[in-house]
């Protein structure tokens, strides 16, 4: 249950209280008709002032988590997913997932939907990708489900008060469960009991096709050590991904975009420099699409591939970076190489990548990346003794810093040292500091 704190007509969207600690984002094209206080159901966009109003409470869905500075992005037009089926309240038509091709079975899933659904019935519905070939019983008994839980969601919010949680979706290991695990798969390993019993219930009433799948993985090496996943995470932590091959790809990831490199590295191939250059591309496609599922990484992706000269090559490996993302459950857009060579492409972001989620900036550069050189540490020094001079009366200086700082001063650069204690008349003693950064240091005036 949302506040409204400030409408911002310049923005056309508003600020909502949450109950986390900052206020979230509703844009007017993401507020419901219905729950404007003028609301009319007008097909036009209407104001945001004719939409929400400073202290009004209302109900909000996060549809993205709050990432880096910017707060949690709201909807009031809600979606709540199910095992075959995505329930809008807000609609009164059903569409198919758009990755269900099978024209065939895009019928059959119209067909069986406009069987069950009543006429009157007021809410709309998505079917899923994982409906394919799902039995008209499983959708209908799916649609009862959402539709409970919907009547149970809006009792709840008719006492809400600000920042109280009236849903919340599954648990990690649930959804999992229920969006990802088909009659493909032929295990799920678990190595908690109690998330096992929770999976085996869940999957007995809503999926009992797959609980003989459902594992306790009792084994006494850790269940991560024994299938890599500890290793798949920290190469996914790194910013250089080695490939096969022989080529790397660099990610670096910044507050505006993605921007990833390919280089060929070790590999020197065996025919000639462009086939050498296309089988290094290929490769890194495939790698790219992987990473940016493993690492979570959203919003404007750019990716330098090497250069390639026959438009042939530049056009199959825009295809296997395609077919690559395929399986990717964000939505994806790519578009052709650009005049410099690059391609950009954009995925759907909802929440922090991986690097977000599990790293903190680093307490020497504050996540910039770089430190500055001991030499530019000692110039710096050099300034700040001089400024000090000219401002304070003083019996001594003394220099805290780096031990590597300290050396360079004793060292290459005694002269400079020894020309400032010349012009000031002044001592000037060096301690080194072990607590410090590389770049810190303080000038103290005794």
Not at 10 to 37: C, K, N, W, Y
Not at 221 to 248: F, H, T
Not at 311 to 332: F, G, I, K, M
Request: proline share 4%.
């Amino acid at each position: 249950m949302g506040r409204v704190s400030r409408v911002l007509p310049g923005m056309q969207a508003a600020f909502v209280e949450i109950g986390i600690a900052r206020t979230a984002f509703l844009h007017a094209s993401d507020v419901a008709p219905g729950d404007s206080p003028a609301g009319n159901g007008s097909s036009s966009q209407p104001d945001i002032r004719d939409l929400l109003r400073e202290g009004q409470q209302l109900p909000v869905q996060v549809m993205k988590d709050p990432i880096g500075t910017k707060g949690a992005r709201l909807t009031t037009k809600f979606a709540i997913p199910s095992r075959y089926l995505v329930l809008l309240p807000a609609g009164a038509k059903f569409g198919v997932s758009s990755r269900i091709e099978d024209e065939a079975e895009r019928q059959r899933l119209k067909t069986a939907m406009e069987s069950i659904i009543p006429a009157d019935h007021a809410c709309g519905y998505i079917v899923r990708t994982v409906a394919e070939e799902a039995d008209t019983r499983a959708l209908q008994a799916d649609m009862v489900f959402l539709d409970k839980l919907w009547k149970a969601i809006c009792d709840t919010a008719s006492t809400a008060e600000t920042g109280q949680l009236i849903h919340e979706d599954l648990p990690l290991a649930v959804r999992v469960i229920r969006d990802i695990v088909s009659l493909d798969v032929k295990r799920v390993q678990v190595d908690a009991e109690n998330v096992f019993d929770r999976l085996r219930h869940f999957a007995g009433r809503f999926m009992p096709e797959i609980v003989p799948t459902i594992e306790l993985y009792g084994g006494r090496r850790p269940i991560l050590d024994l299938y890599g996943v500890e290793d798949d995470i920290e190469k996914a932590l790194n910013r250089k991904v080695s490939m096969k091959s022989g080529g790397y790809v660099i990610f670096d990831q910044t507050e505006a975009m993605t921007t990833i490199d390919v280089n060929t590295g070790g590999y020197v191939g065996h025919r000639n420099l462009e086939e050498t250059i296309f089988r290094t591309n290929l490769e890194a496609a495939v790698t790219i699409a992987r990473q940016l599922r493993l690492r979570n990484l959203g919003g404007i992706i750019i990716i330098d591939f090497i250069d390639m000269d026959e438009e042939n090559h530049r056009h199959q490996v825009l295809e296997a970076l395609e077919t690559a993302l395929a399986a990717d459950h964000a939505r994806t857009q790519i578009s052709e190489h650009s005049a410099l060579g690059l391609v950009e492409m954009t995925r759907k972001r909802t929440r922090e990548s991986l690097e977000h989620i599990m790293c903190d900036s680093c307490l020497a550069c504050h996540g910039n990346g770089f430190l500055k050189t001991p030499e530019t540490v000692c110039y710096e020094i050099f300034r700040e003794i001089l400024r000090q001079h000219r401002q304070f009366r003083f019996d001594e200086l003394v220099i805290l810093a780096h031990q590597d700082v300290v050396e360079l001063l004793l060292d290459e650069e005694s002269s400079g040292l020894a020309e400032l204690e010349e012009l000031t008349g002044k001592p000037i003693r060096l301690q080194s500091e072990t607590m410090f950064a590389p770049d810190r240091f303080d000038v103290v005036l005794m």
